[in-house]
Protein backbone atom coordinates (compact mmCIF):
# COMPACT_ATOMS: atom_id res chain seq x y z
CA UNK A 1 0.00 0.00 0.00
CA UNK A 2 0.98 3.96 -0.52
CA UNK A 3 2.81 4.85 2.47
CA UNK A 4 0.92 8.00 2.48
CA UNK A 5 -2.22 5.96 2.38
CA UNK A 6 -4.48 4.27 5.18
CA UNK A 7 -6.84 1.61 4.97
CA UNK A 8 -10.10 1.73 7.36
CA UNK A 9 -10.63 -1.73 8.42
CA UNK A 10 -14.19 -1.31 9.39
CA UNK A 11 -15.29 -0.06 5.75
CA UNK A 12 -12.39 -1.45 3.62
CA UNK A 13 -11.48 1.54 1.87
CA UNK A 14 -8.30 3.30 1.55
CA UNK A 15 -7.83 6.55 2.33
CA UNK A 16 -4.92 9.18 1.63
CA UNK A 17 -3.95 10.98 4.89
CA UNK A 18 -5.65 14.35 3.63
CA UNK A 19 -9.16 12.29 3.10
CA UNK A 20 -8.31 10.58 6.62
CA UNK A 21 -8.18 13.86 8.49
CA UNK A 22 -10.90 15.34 6.81
CA UNK A 23 -12.97 12.91 7.64
CA UNK A 24 -11.92 13.32 11.94
CA UNK A 25 -15.09 15.89 12.33
CA UNK A 26 -17.79 12.85 11.77
CA UNK A 27 -15.91 9.37 11.55
CA UNK A 28 -14.59 7.21 15.08
CA UNK A 29 -13.05 4.69 12.92
CA UNK A 30 -10.55 8.07 11.47
CA UNK A 31 -10.15 9.20 14.46
CA UNK A 32 -8.98 5.77 16.40
CA UNK A 33 -6.57 5.74 12.92
CA UNK A 34 -5.31 9.28 13.57
CA UNK A 35 -4.39 8.44 16.87
CA UNK A 36 -2.58 5.34 16.31
CA UNK A 37 -0.18 6.96 13.43
CA UNK A 38 0.37 9.84 15.65
CA UNK A 39 1.28 7.62 18.41
CA UNK A 40 3.63 5.76 16.24
CA UNK A 41 4.93 9.26 14.89
CA UNK A 42 3.82 8.53 11.50
CA UNK A 43 5.76 11.85 10.45
CA UNK A 44 2.87 13.27 8.16
CA UNK A 45 0.06 12.95 10.61
CA UNK A 46 2.36 13.96 13.74
CA UNK A 47 3.22 17.30 12.17
CA UNK A 48 -0.80 17.84 11.02
CA UNK A 49 -1.50 16.68 14.53
CA UNK A 50 0.90 19.42 16.21
CA UNK A 51 -0.44 21.95 13.91
CA UNK A 52 -3.86 22.89 12.32
CA UNK A 53 -5.16 19.85 14.39
CA UNK A 54 -4.26 21.25 17.73
CA UNK A 55 -4.45 24.67 17.22
CA UNK A 56 -8.70 24.75 18.85
CA UNK A 57 -7.52 22.90 21.77
CA UNK A 58 -4.91 25.25 22.50
CA UNK A 59 -7.37 27.87 22.19
CA UNK A 60 -9.67 26.39 24.68
CA UNK A 61 -7.11 25.30 27.15
CA UNK A 62 -5.63 29.27 27.06
CA UNK A 63 -8.97 30.69 27.23
CA UNK A 64 -10.37 28.53 30.15
CA UNK A 65 -7.43 28.03 32.44
CA UNK A 66 -5.15 31.75 31.61
CA UNK A 67 -8.26 33.94 30.96
CA UNK A 68 -6.06 36.71 31.60
CA UNK A 69 -3.02 35.69 29.93
CA UNK A 70 -2.14 37.38 26.19
CA UNK A 71 -3.06 34.44 24.34
CA UNK A 72 -0.52 35.42 21.40
CA UNK A 73 2.32 35.40 24.08
CA UNK A 74 1.05 32.34 26.03
CA UNK A 75 0.32 29.99 23.09
CA UNK A 76 3.76 28.92 22.60
CA UNK A 77 4.67 28.10 26.12
CA UNK A 78 1.35 25.88 26.27
CA UNK A 79 1.64 24.00 23.18
CA UNK A 80 5.55 22.89 24.63
CA UNK A 81 3.06 21.26 28.04
CA UNK A 82 0.72 20.43 25.51
CA UNK A 83 3.21 18.11 24.17
CA UNK A 84 4.15 17.17 27.40
CA UNK A 85 0.58 16.07 27.98
CA UNK A 86 -0.16 14.11 25.31
CA UNK A 87 3.55 12.52 24.34
CA UNK A 88 3.65 11.20 28.49
CA UNK A 89 4.71 9.17 30.08
CA UNK A 90 8.40 8.81 29.04
CA UNK A 91 10.13 5.88 29.24
CA UNK A 92 13.88 4.64 29.31
CA UNK A 93 14.49 1.17 27.64
CA UNK A 94 17.90 0.31 26.75
CA UNK A 95 19.14 3.98 27.58
CA UNK A 96 16.92 5.39 25.03
CA UNK A 97 13.92 7.02 26.04
CA UNK A 98 10.73 6.96 24.42
CA UNK A 99 7.45 8.79 24.41
CA UNK A 100 4.36 6.76 25.27
CA UNK A 101 1.59 8.73 24.07
CA UNK A 102 -0.94 7.89 26.76
CA UNK A 103 -3.50 10.72 25.70
CA UNK A 104 -3.93 8.51 22.16
CA UNK A 105 -3.02 5.22 23.54
CA UNK A 106 -5.98 5.27 25.81
CA UNK A 107 -8.11 6.52 23.75
CA UNK A 108 -10.89 4.07 22.61
CA UNK A 109 -13.99 6.35 20.90
CA UNK A 110 -16.02 5.36 23.41
CA UNK A 111 -19.77 7.16 23.50
CA UNK A 112 -18.72 8.60 19.75
CA UNK A 113 -16.51 10.73 21.20
CA UNK A 114 -14.00 12.38 19.03
CA UNK A 115 -10.25 12.50 19.47
CA UNK A 116 -10.40 16.24 19.60
CA UNK A 117 -13.20 16.13 22.40
CA UNK A 118 -10.91 13.42 24.52
CA UNK A 119 -8.27 15.85 24.29
CA UNK A 120 -9.94 18.70 25.43
CA UNK A 121 -11.81 17.37 28.08
CA UNK A 122 -8.45 15.61 29.27
CA UNK A 123 -6.37 18.59 28.36
CA UNK A 124 -8.27 21.17 30.20
CA UNK A 125 -8.24 18.73 33.84
CA UNK A 126 -4.26 18.52 33.47
CA UNK A 127 -3.48 22.27 32.71
CA UNK A 128 -6.13 22.99 35.39
CA UNK A 129 -4.21 21.02 37.63
CA UNK A 130 -0.77 22.45 36.60
CA UNK A 131 -1.63 25.87 37.02
CA UNK A 132 -2.91 25.11 40.43
CA UNK A 133 0.40 23.64 41.50
CA UNK A 134 2.27 25.90 39.73
CA UNK A 135 0.47 28.59 41.93
CA UNK A 136 0.72 26.49 45.09
CA UNK A 137 4.59 26.04 44.69
CA UNK A 138 4.84 29.77 44.27
CA UNK A 139 3.61 30.05 47.82
CA UNK A 140 5.79 27.04 49.27
CA UNK A 141 9.38 28.93 49.05
CA UNK A 142 9.04 30.92 52.42
CA UNK A 143 7.47 27.95 53.94
CA UNK A 144 10.43 26.23 53.97
CA UNK A 145 12.88 28.38 56.06
CA UNK A 146 9.64 27.86 58.60
CA UNK A 147 10.21 23.93 58.24
CA UNK A 148 11.75 23.27 61.60
CA UNK A 149 13.74 20.31 61.26
CA UNK A 150 15.27 20.89 57.96
CA UNK A 151 18.93 20.75 59.20
CA UNK A 152 18.24 17.07 60.15
CA UNK A 153 16.25 16.57 57.06
CA UNK A 154 19.18 18.16 54.49
CA UNK A 155 22.20 16.35 57.45
CA UNK A 156 23.08 19.96 58.37
CA UNK A 157 25.12 20.59 61.52
CA UNK A 158 22.71 21.80 63.51
CA UNK A 159 22.91 25.89 65.61
CA UNK A 160 23.54 26.28 68.57
CA UNK A 161 20.64 28.06 70.65
CA UNK A 162 23.22 30.66 71.13
CA UNK A 163 24.63 31.37 67.79
CA UNK A 164 24.18 34.32 66.00
CA UNK A 165 21.04 35.03 63.95
CA UNK A 166 23.20 35.88 61.00
CA UNK A 167 24.00 32.71 60.58
CA UNK A 168 20.44 31.38 60.58
CA UNK A 169 19.27 33.89 58.16
CA UNK A 170 22.54 32.52 56.03
CA UNK A 171 21.27 29.01 56.11
CA UNK A 172 17.35 30.15 55.65
CA UNK A 173 19.00 32.30 52.35
CA UNK A 174 20.54 28.85 51.13
CA UNK A 175 17.86 27.02 51.26
CA UNK A 176 15.62 29.31 49.48
CA UNK A 177 18.16 29.12 46.43
CA UNK A 178 18.40 25.64 46.82
CA UNK A 179 14.70 25.34 46.67
CA UNK A 180 14.55 27.50 43.24
CA UNK A 181 17.52 24.92 41.94
CA UNK A 182 14.99 21.73 42.26
CA UNK A 183 13.02 20.85 39.40
CA UNK A 184 9.17 20.99 39.42
CA UNK A 185 8.62 17.84 40.45
CA UNK A 186 10.64 17.77 43.64
CA UNK A 187 9.03 20.59 44.90
CA UNK A 188 5.86 19.29 44.73
CA UNK A 189 6.90 16.36 46.11
CA UNK A 190 8.20 17.33 49.20
CA UNK A 191 5.88 20.42 49.30
CA UNK A 192 2.73 17.74 49.43
CA UNK A 193 5.12 15.11 51.74
CA UNK A 194 6.80 17.47 54.20
CA UNK A 195 4.96 20.85 54.09
CA UNK A 196 1.46 20.10 53.73
CA UNK A 197 2.09 16.21 55.37
CA UNK A 198 -0.67 14.65 52.70
CA UNK A 199 -1.60 11.21 53.78
CA UNK A 200 -0.12 8.71 51.70
CA UNK A 201 -3.22 7.57 49.88
CA UNK A 202 -3.45 11.51 48.62
CA UNK A 203 -0.44 11.80 47.97
CA UNK A 204 -0.45 8.72 46.10
CA UNK A 205 -3.14 9.89 43.83
CA UNK A 206 -1.22 13.46 43.57
CA UNK A 207 2.15 12.68 42.91
CA UNK A 208 1.28 9.17 40.42
CA UNK A 209 2.12 10.74 37.76
CA UNK A 210 5.96 10.67 38.55
CA UNK A 211 5.92 7.30 38.71
CA UNK A 212 7.76 5.36 35.93
CA UNK A 213 8.14 1.68 37.32
CA UNK A 214 10.05 -0.42 34.98
CA UNK A 215 6.64 -2.52 34.48
CA UNK A 216 5.21 0.01 32.94
CA UNK A 217 2.48 2.76 34.09
CA UNK A 218 -0.32 0.35 33.58
CA UNK A 219 1.31 -1.94 36.25
CA UNK A 220 0.20 0.57 38.87
CA UNK A 221 -3.27 -0.48 38.42
CA UNK A 222 -2.76 -3.55 39.83
CA UNK A 223 -0.57 -2.51 42.91
CA UNK A 224 -1.75 -2.64 46.37
CA UNK A 225 -1.23 -0.11 49.11
CA UNK A 226 2.04 -1.58 50.48
CA UNK A 227 3.46 -0.91 46.96
CA UNK A 228 1.83 2.38 46.72
CA UNK A 229 3.64 3.30 50.00
CA UNK A 230 6.17 2.20 48.93
CA UNK A 231 6.16 4.24 45.66
CA UNK A 232 5.42 7.42 47.53
CA UNK A 233 8.44 7.11 50.12
CA UNK A 234 10.99 6.91 46.94
CA UNK A 235 9.62 10.14 45.53
CA UNK A 236 10.38 11.26 49.27
CA UNK A 237 13.86 9.85 49.80
CA UNK A 238 14.68 10.75 45.74
CA UNK A 239 13.41 14.36 46.56
CA UNK A 240 14.99 15.43 49.55
CA UNK A 241 18.37 14.16 48.11
CA UNK A 242 18.03 16.44 45.13
CA UNK A 243 17.60 19.14 47.91
CA UNK A 244 20.31 18.56 49.96
CA UNK A 245 22.69 18.14 47.02
CA UNK A 246 21.70 21.78 45.73
CA UNK A 247 22.07 22.81 49.18
CA UNK A 248 25.88 21.79 49.04
CA UNK A 249 26.19 23.30 45.85
CA UNK A 250 24.82 26.68 46.86
CA UNK A 251 27.33 26.34 49.98
CA UNK A 252 30.08 25.24 47.37
CA UNK A 253 29.47 28.22 45.47
CA UNK A 254 30.07 30.60 48.14
CA UNK A 255 33.10 29.10 49.34
CA UNK A 256 34.69 29.87 45.56
CA UNK A 257 33.00 33.67 45.89
Known amino acids: ?85 VSSPVEERGGRYKAQWYQLTSYKGLNDKKLKSWLMTNGLQWFTRKKAKEDRLKKSESSWVEFLDYEHLLMIDGIDDDAPTDEQIKRGDRLRKAWKLLSEEDRDILQTLLIEKLHWEDAYEQLKEYMNPKEGKQSMENWDNKRKQKAVSGLKARAIDHLRDRYYEVVKKERKN
Request: aromatic content about 18%; overall charge negative; proline content about 7%.
Open 1 to 85: MDPDKVFLPTTGETLSFRELWERLPHDIQANLVFASLVASEERHNTSYFFGDYSLPILKYIALNVYPAENLEYKLPEIFGLYYDF
